[in-house]
């Protein structure tokens, strides 16, 4: 994929991706993302820097125009907070900390729920008044299970995967013939592969665990877990953990190297595949020469509806029909029928004939495709795909010469098949967040983006804090947050 600035002609915030020459300025999560304002016609606004990996103000609020001058001070005000924001413990400490913890006797192994961190004996009683738990030592092989999940939303989204899910994902990995699994943002997938490697029942897998969550950095030695950003390829312990990826990444003695991601699903599309590209090209760098035109084997588990926004990106991917679902979202749930089906897919350029969907739970085998697909997505032979993105039953519009979701009707008026109550002879009513006419609301990039949504406010203002922009939609009556979810899930399935 090229490293180039986007010319996606929709109306909304661009991400600029670093073309080399200018640094970007860095904020406590590495360096920030240029983003730019780019208006209906293809005028452009003034460009910022912004936090990368938060797209939440309150979690990082960094803020600067691309050709601002900035002070002293206030560069000086910048690092103190990134010295404050850095973890207090190293990850090498961590490491020593864990041998001497799994060497203590079982009652005294303790976990600090509040400070989500385990306990050694001379560390009890500052924790004395803390929640803390016994710790078995099962437990401390599923650190996934033993830390709180980091539900905010909006920069860690931390959903974990099902037992299905996850032992679908191994199995399929081991049945491909992958020794060394890079899990960045798949923690969870993580402790399978070592909790597998125990049994001794099967051949050996390594895995490298890339997460900005450094509270795993508990639980794994420096060659198994780095603190990482994903959204800029950032690694915050510097050189030493960028050859750590390096020589995870050499493939020696028939060794087979896999990179499966699961990003929080706000996340921004090009700055991902930026990143993702650049750990291919390193692993494309270590190749010998005769398979140099390949690319590394990727799993990208993203919801459906960006499929376009991927492809454009990795033109080799295919979205395959396997449901990925989550312990902790109720809405994010394997289901064959209505509002229960996860939108969650897996996006890979491993070939789909190969990775072999679970007949038990719905999928069968299109030889015209040559890809597993889910029972309701029938092949339709005027478009010759089995084509249902969503896991329903599409059927095939001859107007329109397409399939189309269950739910749309061809309107004679729009020239097109369209939800019933549509908003018609309006045209094609794209993005209702961004003005793109490419996707829905539902699936704009930018959508839940309030950080950027107030940098537009402040982008328009000139700095100036105000609370409406022409872009920015004013703020609807607040609803639950099991409400809004309910009202996105109910939109997607429409
Ligand atoms: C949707 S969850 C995926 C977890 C996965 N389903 C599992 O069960 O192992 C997103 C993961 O990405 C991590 N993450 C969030 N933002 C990140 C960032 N900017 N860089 C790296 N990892 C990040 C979270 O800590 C979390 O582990
Ligand atoms: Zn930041
Ligand atoms: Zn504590
Ligand atoms: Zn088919
Ligand atoms: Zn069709
Ligand atoms: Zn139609
Ligand atoms: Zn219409």
């Known amino acids: 994929m090229d490293v180039t600035e986007a010319n996606d002609d929709s109306f909304g915030i661009e991400v600029i991706l670093p073309q080399g020459g200018k640094t970007a300025p860095c904020c406590p999560h590495g360096p920030t993302l240029l983003f730019e304002k780019v208006c209906k016609g293809g005028e452009k606004g003034r460009r910022f820097y912004a936090c990368s990996a938060c797209r939440d103000r309150k979690d ?12 002293e001070a206030r560069l000086l005000a910048r690092e103190a907070e990134k010295q404050s924001k850095r973890p207090l413990v190293t990850q090498q400490e961590y490491c020593s900390r ?38 078995s030592t099962a ?18 989204a931390q959903y974990l995967f099902t037992e299905r899910s996850s032992h679908f994902l ?33 051949e050996p897998m390594k895995s490298l665990l890339l997460d900005i969550d450094f509270r795993y950095a508990q639980f794994y030695s420096q060659d198994e877990f780095c603190h990482y950003n994903m959204f800029n390829h950032h690694f915050f312990d510097g050189e030493a953990s960028s050859a750590v990826l390096q020589a995870f990444l050499r493939e020696a003695d028939g060794q087979k ?34 398979s140099s035109n390949t690319e590394m084997p990727m799993m990208w588990i993203f919801p459906y509806f960006l499929e376009p926004r991927i492809l454009e990106c990795f033109p080799s991917f295919t979205m395959l029909d396997y449901q990925v679902d989550y312990d902790n979202h109720s809405l994010y749930k394997h289901g064959k029928t209505g509002r229960k089906q996860s939108p969650v897919r897996l996006f ?33 032979a005027k478009c010759n795909v089995c084509p249902s993105k969503d896991g329903r039953e599409w059927k095939h519009c001859s107007t329109c010469g397409k399939c189309v979701k269950p739910s749309w009707k061809h309107c004679q008026a729009c020239g097109r098949c369209a939800l019933p109550a549509h908003p018609c002879g309006q045209g094609e009513d794209g993005c209702f967040n961004c003005g793109s006419q490419e996707h829905k609301r ?22 100036k804090n105000v609370s409406r922009h022409p872009l ?23």
């Open 442 to 463: 539902k699936a704009c990039p930018l959508k839940d983006s309030h950080r950027i949504s107030s940098h537009r406010s402040k982008a328009k203002s000139g700095g």
């Open 170 to 202: 191994l199995d399929s990995l081991a049945a491909l013939g992958f020794t060394k699994v890079l899990c960045v943002g798949t923690p969870r997938l993580q402790e399978l592969i070592k909790l597998r490697n125990l049994d001794q029942k099967h």
């Open 472 to 494: 920015v939609k004013p703020k609807a009556k607040r609803m639950s947050g099991g409400a809004r979810r309910a009202k996105k899930m109910a939109a997607l399935s429409k």
């Open 139 to 156: 437990q401390l092989t599923r650190p996934s299970v033993l830390l709180r999940p980091l539900d905010n939303k909006k920069s860690n």
């Open 60 to 71: 990082c609020n960094f803020f600067q125009w691309e050709d601002e001058k900035v002070s």
């Open 257 to 290: 190297v896999v990179m499966v991601a699961d990003p929080p699903f706000g996340g921004l599309v090009k700055p991902l595949a930026n990143t993702f590209s650049l750990i291919s090209q390193r692993w494309r760098k270590l190749q010998t020469s005769d």
């Open 348 to 380: 890979t350029n491993i070939s789909p004939k190969d990775v072999v969907l679970p007949k038990d739970e719905g999928y069968r085998f299109c030889s015209i495709c040559q890809r597993f697909v889910f029972f309701l997505n029938k092949h339709c």
């Open 98 to 135: 864990f041998r001497k913890f799994s060497a203590l006797p079982l009652d005294e192994k303790k976990f600090c729920q509040d400070c989500q961190i385990l306990l050694l004996p001379g560390l009890a009683e500052a924790h004395s008044s803390h929640r803390s738990i016994a710790v």
